[in-house]
């Protein structure tokens, strides 16, 4: 499965659609707050790691923006193949260091936003093959100042397009994001939670289909609630103590991603773009 099919050139097609989707979402958003802001593309090849030989190992395009509303939001977008390390490939859904081949396509988005009253948030859905083929991903919000109706509304949003597909789909994959979002040196929850999902294996062609459309869904159901969420709360003052909570919470969310994210460690071992892969990292943070 490892070999790049049509259906990892579908999937990319997507990937590649919803990134210009919201790109184009979040660039009005800063227009109607008054700011030209636009993103930047960044193309990047990827480097072949580990001893591995030269030839078609791909590559994505980094985009991103810092706003008026968003300080700054990475939208990336990245198809990549070659071969794991030995040691990294027994860690990895069907792969060993006997078979270590991948391919591998996807999205992932972090939005650090200007406005404390505004939540952070993250989204990233893919598709990977090894021996075996399947698609992960999920989204979770993160605001440094709780709101019940943002959360509520994020989730129902969430909710609606799991039911469309699994009728446990929306209660396992939030469980799922509430144990995998948590900082265990600190123990608390990185954020308001949302859902995570990964190894939902594509054996046939149906379960790829199946599986193809909830991760669709996944994308749909992000772009027609975060915005909302945005400019619902991205005109709102905020006093110095309540920045400072937001640069606070930022060194948390930092914590998470450098110690325990499973993408993070993914795209810095298989040779991916370092500025695609650490654009987590707000622009600034404080510790106290």
Same mark, same amino acid.
């Given at each position: 499965m490892s070999d790049w099919t049509p259906y990892s050139e579908r999937a990319r097609d997507w990937f590649e659609a919803l990134r210009d989707a919201i790109c184009a979402e979040f660039e009005a958003i800063e227009r109607e707050a008054g700011s030209d802001a636009a993103f930047d593309y960044a193309p990047w090849q990827r480097a072949t790691v580990d001893g591995e030989s030269g030839g078609e190992t791909g590559g994505g395009t980094r985009g991103l923006m810092k706003g008026k509303v968003f300080e700054k939001v990475g939208v990336n977008v990245s198809t990549v193949r070659g071969a794991l390390s030995p040691d990294f490939a027994a860690s990895i859904n069907g792969a060993s260091a006997q078979q270590n081949a991948f391919s591998a396509t996807g999205i992932s988005l972090v939005a650090p936003m200007a406005n404390p009253h505004v939540p952070a948030v993250h989204m990233n859905t893919r598709f990977l093959t090894t021996t075996k083929a399947w698609f992960g991903g999920g989204a979770d919000l993160n605001p440094p100042i709780p709101y019940a109706q943002d959360t509520d %509304? =994020?989730?129902?949003?969430? $909710? %609606? !397009?799991?039911? @469309?597909?699994?009728? +446990?789909?929306?209660?396992? &994959? /939030?469980?799922?994001? +509430? +144990?995998? &979002?948590?900082?265990?040196?600190? /123990? #608390?929850? $990185?954020?308001?939670?949302?859902?995570?999902? +990964?190894?939902? %294996?594509?054996?046939?062609? !149906? !379960?790829?289909? @199946?599986? =193809? @459309?909830?991760?669709?869904? #996944?994308?749909?159901? &992000?772009?027609?609630?975060?915005?909302?969420?945005?400019? $619902?709360?991205?005109?709102? @003052?905020?006093?110095?103590? %309540? /920045?400072?909570?937001q640069l606070e919470y930022r060194g948390r969310y930092a914590e998470f991603n450098l110690v325990y994210d499973r993408g993070t460690l993914f795209g810095l071992r298989t040779g991916g773009n370092i500025d695609a892969i650490l654009m987590s990292l707000p622009p600034e943070a404080v510790w106290s």
């Open positions: %509304e =994020f989730h129902a949003a969430l $909710r %609606e !397009a799991c039911d @469309a597909h699994g009728p +446990d789909y929306y209660e396992r &994959f /939030k469980a799922w994001a +509430d +144990d995998y &979002f948590y900082i265990p040196h600190r /123990k #608390v929850h $990185r954020g308001v939670g949302g859902i995570f999902y +990964d190894h939902l %294996e594509c054996g046939d062609e !149906a !379960a790829w289909e @199946a599986n =193809f @459309a909830f991760t669709q869904d #996944v994308g749909r159901a &992000f772009l027609s609630v975060f915005p909302q969420l945005v400019r $619902r709360r991205m005109g709102l @003052a905020f006093t110095p103590a %309540e /920045k400072l909570t």
